[in-house]
């Protein structure tokens, strides 16, 4: 097998997506002989616009700067691979984009707020150059870079999973916190990958890896109404770490 | 000395969480400028938490940082308990503090191994310095992974954990696991020692500098609670820490910087180790550990990989006791009731304190937050060792060495300026 050429690039984040690849333990040391690392500044590897087979893009753009330094890595990337919310769909931070006027934001944090220069939107990667897949989780896990890098390195486009974290709960026999408790959970209409992990600690999912296809957010929201929230409490259940997808937005 | 010119600028400097440059103009073999530039676009978490849930927050304030997220989960419920009255009965605490402990462990044993170490031993990466040190650095990762496991025990996952909420934790950890793990990491403390005693014996040195150590003092070791105490004598609740801590903007840094009573100081490993010999408060295990170590109290910056090293050993042997008096609880959390008004929570986050204040109104709603992260609170201090560094070590050195030497102590503050709000560019100009 010949090795793929990677590199790690990190936009505005909390580096977490990148720890999928630090926290591999022992198994990093493996990756990095089945690839070669060209670019991971955080693991000590410099050389941002080297050529590479793949590069993994954690975090969102929020800066001209970073329009442009989007754009020049994807000229230089066969393929392009963002990893987690952020630049999946803006992360968190992306919560700004909706807020009256952001731009007061910074002056109520800095003295001096002309010292801060940022857009005023938080955006996914995918809104300002071609992604050829998307990670999607808050964060993602080891698995999933272990599973793509597998299947690429085998000559094989790694199957996208969309299916809902609903199933994964049911699979796994957790007992459903939206049916017995009564709770706001968004795992019928949230990606799975996680495992289920809010579920099986007796609480209901927040949605970190974002919306599944064909999800029916509205009728979700419905529900939620019939078991007593309120209006703004709804809202703001679906809107958290991927505000930004319209797929999720409900009245 | 030469009066040449030089303009050098490199892109990124490597093995740090986050981004930011450092600008170094040399003029006639002067400092003319020096700053520590932390260029990271604001993420404006303190805005957008107005008019959410406490219960949201833990949630939410995780995503800061994701090389120490239980460190913002704890501070943060540590604010509303102490705003609601809510004392988390000895369980909550025993688990909150082994969750703190993983969290101490993989983040130090990741800095030592594949961002510090590095220096020390003449390497680029981690990764490349494993061909020669496969043992060791097979060893810090082992070590990493294990501090992953405590956090998934209690959190689900290391990285964004969802087991903390206010009161308490949302599932208790069954007794299987709590057994398997304990057998886990007591074959590792062996290891961990050894990890400690090869540290212990690298020709790691440089010159003595004189500052102020900063760190949160209690009984046991502080990790999730305690008094802020400084070298100078400060004895503060968290209430009372902006009386004494003034944050400042600069005009090249995102981050807000920190200076206490007008001065810079230092938070993080070595300061909590300076205090916990100077105050004689700390386990046993972690005394022990310090008594047998002539390098401390110690005012030699590089002595923080060391540092680190103690504060692994410290964590595991913690844990270890933990979860060998570990007790099925009633319930994993207690019930709270919203009070509105002010609430202050602090804790020792890896790289040092982090403080946070809400303001909360009558539904819960937060209506104000404030963060002040550690690596803020370092920066000043980080510019003022860079200064004493540079001189010490020469600035008619090349080009070259200068930019490593200057990295090498910025990577030593484990400086997580994702949190801080993020890597390095060095640009070196010389007149």
């Not at chain 2, 300061?271 to 170590?293: P, T, V």
């Not at chain 2, 050993?313 to 570990?326: D, G, M, N, T, V």
């Not at chain 2, 009633?330 to 509105?340: G, I, L």
């Amino acid at each position: 097998m010949e090795r793929l050429r990677i590199a790690v690039h990190k936009f505005s984040s909390c580096d977490g997506c990148q720890l999928a690849f630090l926290n591999m333990g022992e198994a990093l040391i493996e990756l990095s002989e089945a690839v070669e690392i060209v670019h991971f500044p955080e693991a000590g590897y410099v050389d941002e616009l080297a050529h590479v087979d793949i590069a993994f893009i954690e975090g969102s753009i929020v800066t001209a700067h970073d329009e442009n330094r989007i754009a020049s890595i994807r000229a230089v990337s066969n393929r392009l691979v963002t990893i987690g919310a952020c630049a999946t769909s803006g992360g968190i931070q992306a919560l700004k984009n909706a807020a009256q006027s952001p731009d007061d934001w910074t002056g109520t944090i800095y003295a001096t707020p002309s010292y801060i220069d940022t857009l005023r939107t938080s955006s996914a990667i995918a809104d300002y150059v071609p992604v050829d897949f998307e990670l999607w989780g808050c964060p993602i896990t080891s698995q999933q870079i272990v599973t793509l890098v597998g299947a690429l390195l085998r000559g094989v486009w790694p199957v996208d999973d969309t299916e809902k974290v609903c199933m994964s709960c049911k699979r796994a026999q957790y007992v459903c916190t939206l049916v017995t408790k009564g709770e706001p959970c968004l795992g019928p209409v949230t990606r799975a990958g996680c495992g289920a992990l809010c579920p099986a600690f007796g609480r209901d999912c927040f949605g970190c890896f974002g919306p599944s296809d064909t999800c029916n957010a509205q009728g979700l929201a419905n529900r939620f109404v019939g078991l007593g929230y309120q209006p703004e409490r709804i809202a703001r259940r679906f809107r958290l770490i991927h505000s930004t997808r319209t797929d999720w937005s409900v009245t | 000395m030469s009066k040449r010119r030089v303009d050098l600028s490199v892109p990124i400097l490597a093995r740090v969480e986050g981004e930011g440059a450092l600008d170094l103009i040399i003029q006639d073999g002067n400092i003319e400028t020096l700053r520590l530039r932390i260029y990271e676009p604001p993420r404006f978490f303190e805005k957008f938490l107005e008019g959410r849930h406490v219960s949201e927050v833990p949630d939410m304030v995780a995503r800061i940082c994701g090389i120490c997220p239980v460190a913002y989960q704890v501070s943060a419920v540590n604010a509303f308990e102490s705003l609601f009255s809510v004392e988390p009965d000895p369980w909550v605490q025993q688990m909150r503090r082994l969750l703190y402990c993983g969290e101490w462990i993989e983040s130090h044993a990741l800095h030592v191994h594949m961002l510090a170490l590095p220096d020390f031993l003449g390497y680029a990466s981690g990764i490349a310095m494993a061909k020669d040190y496969p043992d060791q650095v097979r060893r810090g990762l082992k070590l990493q992974s294990l501090g992953n496991e405590i956090m998934r025990l209690l959190g689900g996952r290391s990285v964004h954990p969802i087991g903390v909420k206010i009161g308490g934790f949302h599932r208790a950890p069954d007794r299987l696991s709590i057994s398997k793990l304990l057998a886990k990491l007591e074959a590792a403390l062996p290891e961990a020692e050894a990890m400690l005693a090869w540290l212990n014996q690298l020709p790691v040195t440089g010159p003595a500098q004189t500052f102020t150590s900063v760190a949160l003092v209690y009984p046991e070791g502080a990790i999730e609670q305690g008094v802020l105490h400084s070298t100078q004598g400060h004895r503060l609740l968290a209430e009372q820490f902006t009386e004494h801590v003034e944050e400042f903007q600069s005009p090249y840094s995102t981050a807000l910087w920190s200076h206490l009573d007008q001065q810079p100081y230092l938070v993080g490993p070595l300061a909590r180790l300076n205090l916990i010999k100077q105050h004689g408060e700390g386990s046993d295990y972690l005394l022990d550990m310090l008594s047998r170590n002539p390098r401390f109290p110690s005012q030699t910056l590089f002595d923080s990989m060391l540092a680190r090293g103690i504060e692994i050993c410290f964590a595991l042997h913690e844990s270890i006791q933990i979860l060998k008096r570990y007790c099925q609880p009633c319930s994993p959390s207690v019930a709270w009731k919203v009070v509105p008004g002010t609430g202050y929570g602090w804790s020792e986050a890896p790289r040092g304190l982090l403080w946070h204040q809400y303001e909360v109104d009558e539904q819960g709603h937060i209506t104000f937050a404030r963060i002040v992260p550690p690596t803020s609170q370092n920066q000043a201090r980080i510019e003022q060792d860079l200064h004493e560094s540079l001189l010490a070590f020469g600035l008619d050195q090349t080009d070259e060495a200068l930019q490593k030497h200057c990295e090498q102590v910025i990577r030593n503050y484990d400086p997580c300026i994702s949190c801080a709000t993020h890597f390095l560019t060095l640009n070196i100009k010389r007149r």
